[in-house]
């Protein structure tokens, strides 16, 4: 058995309309599918499938941002809870995760009350 990488990740949608909105229209990313009933909504993360399902357990999600600032500021102008304001994380100087650097995290809550976090590495 080789396990290769993540395919898909699932995480909880109350409201599948305002969920789908959410993903798509203030975070960006890309619609693939919507299939209700039974209450599934696909999104691409760059060749991983989000997967929004009423009944799927919450998820803490961790999306990568090139400008964490920026993508913060934009999150806060749309009305989003920004729950964590960028912060250095950890200090990667050993190129432990890829190449040497500082990872910056923030959080917020999403349409369905879930938490994500938003990453830059610099």
Known sequence: ????RLHQV????????RATAFYRDVLGLRHIASYDPPGLAFFDLGGTRLLLERNAPSSLIY???TDIEEAVAALRSAGVEITSDPHTIFDDTEGTFGDPAEEWMAFFTDSEGNTVGLVERR
């Open 63 to 65: 999306l990568a941002a």
């Open 1 to 4: 058995m080789r396990i290769t």
């Open 10 to 17: 699932a995480q909880r949608a109350e409201d599948l309309d």
